[in-house]
């Protein structure tokens, strides 16, 4: 594992449905997760927060709310987080709302074009992620992201990279889904995108899917983690925009993230959706803060290497 790390605050909600996941980085800070993986032996650069357009507040345009603002504040990530990767760093997005996918993911794929790398993205979620403008009434390009990375969007959105598609769905695996919306569920089967649900983490286990999702994942694979914190259950995690109940217990998250550590492959993260002005006493950022740490190597019991 690569033992220097980048902290790439982005404090924007551009992309949500609910204002205050600009917040996200802060709380993320407060809650101490540079000293909590430097006392695990790991380097911590924070490179403060990246700088953007202000959110308007507007209604969607044929489609999209805040598409050339959405578009700004990924651009910067995008070259960031390429610039992070090429000095062999690992970086850690400090988000921001889920639109910021697209440029940290971009940036990933990027840089495994680049090095012979093979990708592997993990997206932890409650929901898909994968809605077009005209699949969703709302607009909020949070629901997007995926769909974008895959070529479906606006040309500012998809061509971010320098490639479109950014990629293709078969590096995907998405864990945790239970909110779908119908036309979004035809475009996740017609892209073939692979899909661990909660019915699939119910009846399988955290364990079984795990295995499956990491199936494949060799010496040569760059792993992401892009981590959207409403991908666990609200009681347990309610300092996010979209609630959704019957997301993974504490034990499942941390199961989660201590088998993606085994791996060794872990070499970019996103921390998605943290919503400060809904959370308790920064309880969720803490309990991000103590899965990251997992996905890190801490591991809960006492393991012989
Ligand atoms: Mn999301």
Known sequence: MQLDISLIGVPTDIGAGARGASMGPEALRVAGLAAVLESHGLRVTDR??????????LPPIEG????????????ALHTAMHAELRQGRLPIVLGGDHCLGIGSI???ARHCRETGKKLRVLW?????DFNTASLTPSGNIHGMPVAVLCGHGPEPLTGIGGQTPAITADVVRQIGIRSVDAGEKRLVHE???EVFDMRYI??????????????????NTHLHVSFDVDFLDPEIAPGVGTTIP????????QLCMEMIADTGRLASLDVMELNPALDVRN??????????????????LMRKK
Do not use: C
Not at 64 to 75: D, F, I, P
């Open 48 to 57: 403060g927060n990246l700088n953007g357009p202000a959110n308007p507040w």
């Open 64 to 75: 999209y709310r805040h598409l050339a603002e959405v578009a700004a504040w990924n651009q």
């Open 106 to 108: 971009s940036a990933v």
């Open 124 to 128: 932890l979620d409650a929901h898909a």
């Open 191 to 193: 892209a073939g995108l």
């Open 202 to 219: 119910d009846e399988m286990g955290m364990r079984h899917t795990m295995e499956q999702a990491l199936l494949g994942v060799d010496e």
């Open 246 to 253: 019957g997301g993974p217990t504490y034990r499942e998250a």
């Open 283 to 300: 309880r969720t950022a803490e309990l991000a803060v103590d899965l990251i740490e997992s996905l890190f190597g801490k591991s809960t």
